[in-house]
C-alpha cells in the first residue's frame, strides 16, 4: 500500500528534521524518513556531545586554576563515566525534543532506510520512496509531491589509513569513549581535529596533532589560526605542521605508532590512540540515485540556489550538497528549500552572512571573508583590530587572550569579514552576522553603543578602530 505525501524528507538531521517542521508549518503533508536517529549527526554525534565533552574539559581546567580566583579547592579529580553520562542526558533531552516537535506538526516519522525509485506504477516521475526496515518488515512506499534529500555525511579517512573505531577511531567512535586515552595522536587540524585537541589537552591527555598543510584552521583568517595555535601550544599541545601521515607506516602495537613525511625525511609518532578528523564525505551511496538524473560532482550532489537538483521536485541540502557543513547552515538551507517548494519566494542564502564557529578553547569565529580572501577578489580593505587584553570583562572573567579583526572595504565602507579568537566568541559572532545581514559599516556598529562591562565592548573598540579611533587602545 502507498502513501501519498506533499513532502518526503530522506534523512532526519538538523537539515531534514527542520525542513519537516516548516513544511508543515506552510500546511504541507510531510514525513521523515530516519534510518537511525533524529537529529543526525549533530545532535547525536557532533555539534551537542562534542560541546557536552568541551564543557566538562572546560569546567574541570578552571576548577584546577581555581585558586587564582582565590577558591580553594583540592583533590580535584575528574570522573570520565559521570563526564559521559552527562552528555548521554542531554543527548536523549534534546532527541524527545526533537520527537515531540514532529508530533506537535503532525509530521509522520518512519524509522527506516529510504531510497529513491525510479518511475513506477506509483508515479511516472522518480521520486517514489521505498523504506526498508532493520527488522524484516515489509517494505512502506511513500509517494511524494516534492522529496528533499537531507543525508548528511559521515567521516573519511586517508586512503590506506583504515578506522578500527578502537585504536584509530573518527570522531564517532571518539565521542563514546569509556575512558580517556593519556595520549592522542590527532591527523588533522581542521575545526573537528582542533575542538578535539583543546578538549582532550584541558582533560589532561598529551596531545599532537599532525597536519599536511603549513598552518592549522585553513579556512579562518591567517592571524586567527595563529592566534589559536599559540594558545593551543601554551597548554601544551603539540601542533606539527607540514606533515604527511604514512598510513603504510602504521603500527598498532600497545597503542598506535606512524610515521609522516616532513621536509623530505620521515619522523615517528607514537600514542594510546589516534583520532582521524580529516573531512567528511557525502552520504549518497545506495539511496537510489541512480534512479534519477541527480548529477553528483567530487561526491556532493548538486543543487541551484534554491537547493533543486536537476529533478525540478527533488531537493537536496545540508551536508550532502557539501559547502559550509555546518548544523545551522543545513537548517537553513532547508528552509529555503521547502519555501521554494511552497512557491514563497525565498531569498537565496547569501553564505557570506553565516557565522562558523570554533569551539575549543580559546574559541574563534567569523563571518565573511578573510583578509587573503578579500584582497584576492580585487578589495581595497581597512583593517580594525582590539584585543580582549584591553576589555574589563575579559580580565575579571580571567580569559583575556585573543582579540576581534574588522575586514572593512576603503571605497565603500561595506563590511567585507568579522573574525574574532577569545572568550565566548561564538556567542558574540551573531551581532557580526546581523551586520553583514543588515549591510552595517564598522561606523554603524561603532555606533550601536556597547553595554559596560561586556565582552562585547570588543566589537565596537575594533569597529572604532578600523578608523584608528579606539578608545582603549
Ligand atoms: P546529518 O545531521 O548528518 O543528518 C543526516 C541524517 O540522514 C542522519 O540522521 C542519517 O541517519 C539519515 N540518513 C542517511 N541516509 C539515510 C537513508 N537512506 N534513509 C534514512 N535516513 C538516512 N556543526 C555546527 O554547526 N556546529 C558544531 O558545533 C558542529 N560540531 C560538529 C562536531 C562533530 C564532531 C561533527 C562530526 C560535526 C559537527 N558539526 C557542527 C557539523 C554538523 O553536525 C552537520 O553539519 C549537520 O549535522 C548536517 O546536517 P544534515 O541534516 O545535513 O545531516
Not at 261 to 276: G, K, Q
Not at 298 to 311: A, L, P, R, V
Not at 336 to 364: F, G, K, Q, W
Not at 436 to 452: C, G, N, R, Y
Request: net charge negative; with cysteine.
Amino acid at each position: 500500500m502507498a502513501k501519498e505525501y506533499d513532502l518526503v524528507v530522506l534523512g532526519g538531521g538538523t537539515g531534514g528534521y527542520v525542513a519537516a517542521i516548516r513544511a508543515s508549518q506552510l500546511g504541507m503533508q510531510v514525513a521523515v524518513v530516519e534510518k537511525s536517529e533524529l537529529g543526525g549527526t549533530c545532535l547525536n554525534r557532533g555539534c551537542i556531545p562534542s560541546k557536552s565533552l568541551l564543557r566538562s574539559a572546560e569546567v574541570f581546567k578552571q576548577t584546577k586554576e581555581a585558586n587564582e580566583y582565590g577558591v580553594e579547592a583540592s583533590d580535584i579529580t575528574l570522573n570520565f563515566a559521570k563526564v559521559q553520562e552527562r552528555k548521554n542526558r542531554i543527548i536523549k533531552t534534546l532527541q524527545q525534543g526533537v520527537h515531540g516537535l514532529m508530533k506537535k506538526g503532525k509530521i509522520d516519522v518512519y524509522e527506516g532506510f529510504g531510497r529513491i525509485l525510479g518511475p513506477s506504477i506509483f508515479s511516472p516521475m522518480p521520486g517514489t520512496i521505498s523504506i526498508e526496515y532493520e527488522n524484516g518488515d515489509e517494505n512502506t512506499m511513500l509517494v511524494p509531491k516534492n522529496v528533499l534529500i537531507a543525508t548528511g555525511s559521515r567521516p573519511r579517512s586517508l586512503p590506506g589509513l583504515e578506522l578500527d573505531g578502537e585504536i584509530v577511531m573518527s570522531s564517532d567512535e571518539a565521542l563514546n569513549m569509556n575512558e580517556l586515552p593519556s595520549s592522542m595522536i590527532i591527523v588533522g587540524g581542521g575545526v573537528i581535529g582542533i575542538e578535539w585537541a583543546s578538549m582532550l589537552s584541558d582533560f589532561g591527555v598529551d596531545v599532537t596533532v599532525i597536519e599536511y598543510m603549513d598552518y592549522i584552521l585553513p579556512t579562518e583568517d591567517e592571524v586567527i589560526a595563529k592566534e589559536v595555535e599559540k594558545q593551543l601550544k601554551k597548554k601544551g599541545v603539540h601542533v606539527v605542521k607540514g606533515a604527511k601521515v604514512l598510513p603504510d607506516k602504521l603500527q598498532k602495537e600497545k597503542g598506535v605508532t606512524v610515521e609522516a613525511e616532513i621536509n623530505h625525511h620521515n619522523e615517528t609518532f607514537s600514542a594510546d590512540r589516534m583520532l582521524v578528523s580529516v573531512g567528511r564525505e557525502a552520504v549518497t551511496s545506495n539511496i537510489g540515485l541512480q534512479n534519477t538524473d541527480i548529477v553528483i560532482d567530487k561526491g556532493f550532489i548538486q543543487t541551484n540556489d534554491f537547493y533543486q537538483t536537476k529533478e525540478s521536485h527533488i531537493y537536496a541540502i545540508g551536508d550532502v550538497i557539501g559547502g559550509m557543513q555546518l548544523a545551522h547552515v543545513a537548517s537553513h538551507e532547508g528552509i529555503v528549500a521547502v519555501e521554494h517548494m511552497a512557491d514563497r519566494n525565498p531569498l537565496p542564502l547569501d553564505y557570506d552572512t553565516i557565522p562558523s564557529c570554533i569551539y575549543a578553547n580559546p574559541e574563534a569565529a567569523s563571518v565573511g571573508l578573510t583578509e587573503k580572501q578579500a584582497i584576492d577578489q580585487g578589495f581595497d580593505t581597512k583593517i580594525g583590530k582590539f584585543p580582549f587584553k584591553a576589555i574589563g570583562k575579559a580580565l575579571v572573567h580571567g580569559e583575556s587572550g585573543g582579540f576581534v579583526k574588522i575586514i572593512a572595504d576603503k571605497k565603500t565602507e561595506d563590511l567585507l569579514g568579522v573574525h574574532m579568537v577569545g572568550p565566548h566568541v561564538t556567542d558574540m559572532i551573531s551581532e557580526a552576522g546581523l551586520a553583514k545581514v543588515l549591510d552595517a559599516t564598522p561606523w554603524e556598529i561603532a555606533h550601536s553603543v556597547h553595554p559596560h562591562p561586556t565582552l562585547s565592548e570588543v566589537m565596537g573598540e575594533a569597529a572604532m578602530a578600523v578608523e584608528g579611533n579606539q578608545i582603549h587602545g
